[in-house]
């Protein structure tokens, strides 16, 4: 299926959700079925301090990240996508699965206030591209817009 299809099929079937983590396991398990190649998909959620480990897909994963460390403490600190291709030769990088090889973290920051962020993992190299890095921007503004309505 196309990204934008994908889009679309996300939109109907995570509207509507009863709960956040309702929301964020589905979009999780979503995620895990329409994408290859990749070990780990899922989410920090940021409780005013650190990151904490929320609904994902894959093996069990470090708990609690502070900002700033690792790629998605990067991600939330400064409010932007960041793609490592090789984390192997990257310094601030925490390994929670040793099969990881490039990672995607796209930021979520609900109505202007850090709420946490998308974490993707491939067990391949340059896994990901332009095309599919949009496309998990496109997908993280459908959660914030539905986060929106649910944490006011
Ligand atoms: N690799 C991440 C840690 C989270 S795990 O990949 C699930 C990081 O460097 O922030």
């Not at 900002?67 to 939330?76: D, I, M, R, T, Y």
């Not at 995607?104 to 599919?132: C, E, H, W």
Request: charged letters at 15%; glycine letters at 6%.
């Amino acid at each position: 299926m196309k990204y934008e299809e994908l889009l679309q099929t996300a939109e109907s079937l995570l509207n509507d959700q009863p709960t956040e983590i309702s929301l964020l396991a589905n979009a999780s398990a979503f995620l895990n079925e329409v994408l290859s190649e990749m070990n780990w998909i899922g989410f920090y959620i940021y409780d005013g301090i650190v990151l904490n480990v929320g609904p994902f897909q894959g093996r069990a994963a470090c708990a609690t990240i502070p900002l700033g460390k690792g790629v998605c403490g990067e991600s939330a600190l400064q409010n932007k996508t960041m793609y490592v291709d090789d984390v192997l030769n990257y310094n601030n990088h925490i390994a929670c699965d040793a099969n990881s090889r490039s990672e995607v973290v796209v930021p979520m920051y609900v109505n202007n206030t850090l709420y946490g962020v998308l974490d993707i993992d491939s067990p391949i190299f340059k896994r990901f591209d332009q095309a599919l890095i949009a496309f998990l921007e496109d997908f993280t503004q459908i959660l914030i817009k539905q986060l929106t309505f649910m944490t006011v």
